[in-house]
């Protein structure tokens, strides 16, 4: 199994420095959350993003993708009531694919809980409907770029808008394309899901395309009290090839000592 870390942990860490301990540890991958490099990634230049998948392949780093997708700028909603919201959300997941394939990466993870939300007064049919129109509009950047959206179903208390893994699979056999497909996070399973997670994660297998590991106190897979070696089993018994990624919440006990227990239980896990 492949694992990869997501950089907003490391908060005001320099790139490179970032890229440094990840890799000293073991990782693999990289997964950056676009709003820590720029307010808005248009204004990164090709050079600097070069320099940037350069410093992570200097130290044998994959940039896997983006997740925290619409953080920043803000104001963006992918199903907002507004049509010039929306026009512009569109407009921005587009660059990020762009900015996705220039990294080098090929996973773009939709989680974005605020920016999905069903507005007060507005229907989920229409929420629902907007939501799929917006995806559609972008396959045609998605496919350009070889990058897939990964729609990352998050509980209730993070959004009102698609929960489990059977509502996000709902969309992406509406939108029937290969560019968009299924992301699972741990904590979100354990927090939405009602199946058993090894069952949730075997019903997922045609459509599964990236994975957050973590617990549910919301630090690092094996920092708190869920077991994941089931999941882990379910894993390997669909033959995932894609990465788990190491998302954390909790930033207090530091970037250095998270990755590395995290990384450490996610080997002890996956062993065979
Ligand atoms: C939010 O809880 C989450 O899991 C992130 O991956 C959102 O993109
Ligand atoms: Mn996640």
Redesign the pocket.
């Known amino acids: 199994m492949k694992f990869a870390i997501?950089n907003e942990m490391f908060e005001d860490w320099d790139f490179a420095a970032v890229c440094r301990c990840a890799a000293d540890i073991g990782y693999e991958g990289l997964e950056i959350?676009p709003f820590t490099l720029a307010d808005d990634v248009r204004t990164l230049s090709s050079a600097r993003r070069w320099e940037l998948r350069q410093i992570a392949a200097d130290q044998g780093l994959e940039v896997v993708g983006l997740?925290?997708?619409l953080v920043k700028p803000e104001g963006l909603g992918i199903n907002h009531p507004d049509e010039n919201v929306r026009r512009r959300t569109q407009e921005y997941l587009k660059a990020l694919a762009e900015f996705c394939r220039d990294l080098g990466g090929q996973v773009m993870?939709?989680?974005?809980?605020k920016q999905r939300n069903v507005w007060e007064g507005e229907s989920y049919q229409a929420t629902w409907q907007r939501t799929v129109e917006a995806l559609r509009a972008c396959l045609p950047t998605f496919e350009a770029c070889g990058v897939t959206l990964c729609w990352?179903p998050?509980p209730a208390g993070?959004t009102n808008f698609i929960n489990t893994k059977d509502e996000a699979v709902r969309l992406i056999e509406e939108i029937n394309h290969p560019r968009v497909r299924l992301?699972l996070?741990v904590?979100?399973m354990f927090a939405a899901e009602t199946k058993p997670l090894p069952q949730v994660i075997e019903e997922a297998a045609p459509y599964l395309g990236h994975v957050?590991a973590?617990d549910p106190n919301r630090l690092g897979p094996g920092m708190g009290a869920a077991d994941l070696r089931p999941l882990a089993a379910a894993l390997r018994k669909i033959g995932y090839q894609g990465y788990v990624s190491v998302?954390v919440?909790d930033f207090t006990p530091g970037p250095e000592r998270i990755a590395q227990e995290s990384f450490a239980y996610l080997q002890e896990v996956f062993a065979r």
């Not at 993870?109 to 809980?113: A, I, L, R, W």
């Open positions: 997501c959350a997740h925290w997708l993870v939709f989680g974005s809980p990352e998050l993070e992301h996070d904590k979100a957050h973590n998302e919440f």
